[in-house]
């Protein structure tokens, strides 16, 4: 089963079109990003050729260490190359046009890198073995909850849609249409994009390829090993769901996209909502979307994404003045932890670890009747119109 890459509105179109170059840019700086990594790599071997002779014969296994880093880059390029190749013409209803000139493409910048350098440590995030605490510690409370306030056996979970903004590489969105659910996913990043593509649409086997994500790695490692160890993927064959899957995938901004007023039945978001310049917009296109009874749940911290940038609006708020707007917009809140643990794209050997402490809440839009007459949802679960009882 292929997944559709969608663009929806004639914005996300625009978005697509007008941003031609820099997909071709993006697309470029993938191709092209061995050339940083290795030229990382020739500088450490000019800074160690700078030793005394003497410090030179104490490190026997730096030089070789180095051969084995480049080797890597050049793994991992191979498999970079095939996410371009696959990402060319992958949404299905727009017209490409001409290619951009490449003339007109500007040099990457370091941002650029650190970008491309984060989308390899995704891939061991969502799809790979090693990811695996990693994704139970964030995705898999949402999965559950979801499975909680739809059951499978009250309701019709192919009728409940869900949407996962900063859907990242795709594995929460996958994860949630693989239990039958109608799911799709957004993201606005083309990294992203090219590479949940390729993924999802292009690897049909558990563990085929392998990436090397640590490669640029050069402070705290325990052990020069540890900077170029393996890690498979996918864990799981993307492939793999159900042939009457409702999956797919939209580019695009997520306040631009959804604009439809009451369509989603529940809307997830992890680790998204400081990616906001104005987290208020955030949530007024979250109440907006949502159906009435409609559950929005979220889990996170709050790095603000745009807090040090310059020309960027950044508006941070602290959690208790996120939670005091939902609830004044008229979300009710059903259930809170104010403390869960979670790592993101971390490498478990390295000297240096990263833990955040996140907030986990739901929260509901209220509806004044469901269809099944009840006032207020029953024991937190919707049941209205999405129900089919399995017995008819």
Not at 178 to 190: A, D, K, P, T, V
Request: charged share 25%; hydrophobic share 35%; with cysteine.
């Amino acid at each position: 089963m292929l997944l559709v890459y969608m663009v929806l509105t004639l914005k996300a179109v625009a978005f697509i079109q007008t941003n031609r170059l820099h997909r071709f840019s993006c697309c470029s700086w993938i191709l092209n990003s061995r050339i940083h990594v290795h030229e990382r790599v020739n500088r450490a071997e000019r800074q160690f050729r700078c030793l005394p002779d003497h410090h030179q014969q104490l490190l026997t296994n730096f030089i070789p260490n180095l051969t084995k880093i480049r080797y890597c880059i050049d793994r991992n390029q191979e498999v970079l190359q095939a996410i371009v190749h696959n990402c060319l013409h992958m949404f299905e209803n727009m017209e490409y046009g001409q290619d951009c000139d490449p003339k007109k493409v500007r040099p990457s910048s370091t941002f650029d890198m650190d970008k491309l350098k984060s989308t390899l440590k995704q891939f061991v995030r969502d799809w790979s073995e090693a990811g695996k605490a990693e994704r139970d510690s964030c995705y898999k409370p949402i999965v559950e909850e979801i499975q909680r306030l739809f059951p499978p056996d009250q309701c019709d979970v192919s009728q409940v849609k869900v949407l996962v903004p900063g859907a990242g590489l795709g594995r929460l969105a996958w994860e949630i249409a693989h239990l039958g659910y109608s799911c799709q996913g957004n993201e606005w990043s083309f990294f992203m994009l090219f590479s949940s593509n390729f993924v999802l649409n292009r690897c049909d086997k558990e563990n085929a390829l392998t990436l090397y994500p640590w490669i640029h790695q050069f402070s705290n490692n325990k052990m020069s090993s540890d900077q170029t160890r393996p890690v498979s993927f996918p864990d799981v064959n993307p492939q793999s769901l159900p042939a009457d899957s409702d999956f797919s995938m939209v580019a695009g901004d997520f306040q631009e996209v959804y604009s439809d007023p009451e369509l989603w039945d529940c809307v997830a978001t992890c680790f998204f909502i400081d990616t906001a310049h104005n987290v208020l917009d955030y949530i007024e296109t979250i109440w907006n979307i949502l159906k009435p009874g409609g559950v929005w749940m979220n889990l996170g911290p709050l790095l603000y994404h745009y807090e040090n940038m310059a020309n960027e609006l950044s508006i941070e708020l602290s959690y208790e003045e996120i939670k005091a707007v939902i609830l004044k917009y008229g979300f009710v809140l059903e259930l809170e932890r104010e403390s869960v643990p979670s790592t993101y794209t971390e490498n478990d050997r390295s000297m240096l670890k990263y833990l955040y402490d996140c907030v986990f809440f739901i929260v509901r839009k209220p509806a004044e009747q469901l269809i099944n007459g009840d006032q207020t949802p029953k024991d937190g679960q919707i049941k209205d119109s999405l129900q089919t009882k399995k017995s008819t």
